[in-house]
Each structure stands twice: as structure tokens, then as C-alpha cells.
């Protein structure tokens, strides 16, 4: 199993003193049902506003790319595609939504989300 962290790359936010928000979308990511093996289609939204770190965009294609094989629930990859951005950027706020495609009659939109807490001064 590939280390899927790995693929992703990251470049110094050229903005750290402002916040502002990135948003990519990628509309042909593909993994399978892990019940029956056929494939699921989806379109995949990033939005963030980073911190010190963006994520370089060729390593984020290839890193969705390689969900392409892997059995996975809709919920499940929604939620590792956020934790592992999360690990890699530490951004102040980041949201994935994942809009699957219909399958059996039923449209699936997945939305995690996580906001970075503020921290609390300290008085000296």
C-alpha cells in the first residue's frame, strides 16, 4: 500500500500575513465501492485558507489519483483526503466537499470540514 501522504507536495504560502481562501476542484476523481467493486465517480472541492504551507497542485492530482483502486466508502475517503491535507498543511480552515456521482437513485454529497482554534494569550 502506498503511503499516500507521500505523494503530496507543498510551496511557502506567499501571503501568510492575510487570510484568503484557495479553492480546487477536481472533477474526475474515481474510487470504488469496497461492497461491489465498481467504481464511484465524484468531483472533489478543496477549500482553504492556508497558514504558511499550499499544496502544490500536480502532487495533488496524482495523490487523488491514487484512490482510483482502493475499496473505500464515500464517507471514508472524505474524511481521509481532509485528515491528511490537515496533516500536510495545517491550514487556519479547510473544507472538502465530495459530490459522488448517482448511483442506485441516490446523489451523495459528503462535506468535512475543520477550523484550526484560535489559541489563547497567555498574560504574562
Do not use: W
Not at 477549500?47 to 487523488?64: A, G, M, N, Q, R
Amino acid at each position: 500500500m502506498v503511503d499516500k501522504l507521500k505523494l503530496l507536495e507543498t510551496f511557502p504560502n506567499p501571503n501568510p500575513e492575510r487570510d484568503y481562501t484557495i479553492i480546487h476542484t477536481a472533477p474526475e476523481f474515481t474510487s470504488l465501492c469496497p461492497k461491489t467493486g465498481q467504481p464511484d465517480f465524484a468531483t472533489i472541492i478543496l477549500e482553504y485558507i492556508p497558514d504558511k504551507l499550499c499544496v502544490e497542485l500536480k502532487s495533488y492530482k496524482f495523490y487523488l489519483q491514487s484512490y482510483r483502486n482502493e475499496g473505500i466508502y464515500f464517507e471514508a475517503v472524505t474524511n481521509k483526503i481532509l485528515n491528511d491535507l490537515i496533516e500536510l498543511l495545517q491550514p487556519r480552515y479547510i473544507k472538502i466537499t465530495a459530490r459522488f456521482n448517482t448511483r442506485g437513485g441516490i446523489h451523495s454529497d459528503i462535506i468535512a470540514e475543520q477550523r484550526r482554534k484560535k489559541l489563547k494569550k497567555k498574560f504574562v
